[in-house]
């Protein structure tokens, strides 16, 4: 933490299971109100939420620290200078306690679902002790699957969604990080689960929706095209599309 940084914490809350949930945005106001707002309607298992915001100034700001005055965040993190993506996903995880521990762009839907869509991955992450990350789809990702084991889809990489983490994984592989560095930090999670003989996957039947319409490391538009889900409670793409 640097002396222009802000730490707010209410301490962790000890539960028979707590899932830390971590959420790391930069200056997309609009975006995050409503992954957060999609977050705290959906999610029925019990979870502690850690924003981390990448040097944002403004109404951002003062939303996210009425937010935790209100108790709907538990800890948060306010970087007064640009560090990069990197660092602020390593910023998250240094203030989490659980395993797996959850982390989330600020772009980024969860779907309505009976079990609740982190109860499901919970289950996937106990079964599947290789696994590294397992994330939920988001439709128009790219995906390139290799094999299967129940509700499990094994590929090659993964894009920054809902993303379950195995804190083993994350603690002895910190991403590499310096002051304003925007390589990309799945893609570098991914490289490094590869290598180091841990297994990466997507859960099956339970989707995500990307509402964001520009790279939050470039801030260019995507080119790409965006699938629109045909249910707006769980985010179930056309079958087409589905797994």
Same mark, same amino acid.
């Given at each position: 933490?640097?002396?222009d940084?802000?730490r707010?914490t209410?301490?962790y809350?000890?539960?028979e299971?707590?899932?830390?949930?971590?959420?790391?945005?930069r200056k997309?106001f609009?975006y995050l109100t409503?992954?957060l707002r999609?977050l705290?309607e959906r999610?029925r298992?019990p979870? *502690?939420?850690?924003?981390?915001d990448?040097g944002?100034i403004?109404?951002?700001?003062?939303?996210l620290?009425?937010?935790f005055?209100?108790g709907?965040i538990?800890?948060?993190?306010l970087k007064g200078? *640009?560090?990069?993506?990197?660092a602020?996903?390593?910023?998250?995880a240094?203030m989490?306690?659980?395993?797996p521990?959850v982390?989330?762009?600020?772009?980024?839907?969860?779907?309505?679902i009976?079990?609740?869509w982190l109860?499901?991955?919970?289950?996937?992450m106990?079964r599947?002790?290789e696994?590294?990350m397992l994330a939920?789809?988001h439709?128009?990702?790219?995906v390139?699957?290799?094999?299967?084991?129940?509700?499990?889809?094994?590929?090659?990489s993964l894009?920054?969604?809902?993303?379950?983490?195995?804190?083993?994984f994350?603690?002895?592989?910190p991403?590499p990080h310096?002051?304003g560095?925007?390589?990309?930090p799945?893609?570098e999670r991914? *490289?490094?689960a590869?290598?180091n003989g841990? *297994?990466i996957g997507y859960?099956s039947?339970?989707?995500?929706q990307?509402?964001?319409v520009?790279?939050v490391?470039?801030g260019k538009?995507y080119?790409?095209?965006f699938?629109?889900?045909?249910d707006?409670?769980?985010?179930?793409p056309p079958?087409?599309y589905?797994?």
């Amino acid at each position: 933490m640097n002396e222009d940084d802000l730490r707010l914490t209410t301490g962790y809350d000890i539960m028979e299971r707590t899932t830390d949930i971590v959420v790391t945005t930069r200056k997309r106001f609009i975006y995050l109100t409503q992954t957060l707002r999609y977050l705290w309607e959906r999610t029925r298992t019990p979870y *502690r939420l850690t924003v981390v915001d990448d040097g944002s100034i403004g109404k951002q700001v003062d939303w996210l620290i009425e937010q935790f005055h209100c108790g709907r965040i538990n800890s948060l993190v306010l970087k007064g200078t *640009r560090h990069g993506a990197m660092a602020n996903l390593n910023a998250g995880a240094w203030m989490t306690y659980s395993d797996p521990v959850v982390f989330v762009d600020d772009d980024i839907l969860c779907p309505d679902i009976e079990p609740d869509w982190l109860s499901r991955g919970l289950v996937e992450m106990d079964r599947h002790g290789e696994l590294a990350m397992l994330a939920l789809r988001h439709p128009g990702a790219k995906v390139k699957p290799y094999d299967r084991a129940g509700n499990v889809v094994y590929c090659w990489s993964l894009g920054g969604t809902y993303c379950f983490m195995r804190r083993r994984f994350v603690t002895e592989h910190p991403l590499p990080h310096r002051a304003g560095h925007l390589a990309k930090p799945m893609e570098e999670r991914c *490289r490094i689960a590869h290598t180091n003989g841990w *297994r990466i996957g997507y859960l099956s039947g339970v989707y995500c929706q990307h509402i964001g319409v520009e790279s939050v490391l470039t801030g260019k538009k995507y080119g790409g095209r965006f699938i629109e889900p045909v249910d707006a409670k769980t985010l179930r793409p056309p079958e087409k599309y589905a797994d």
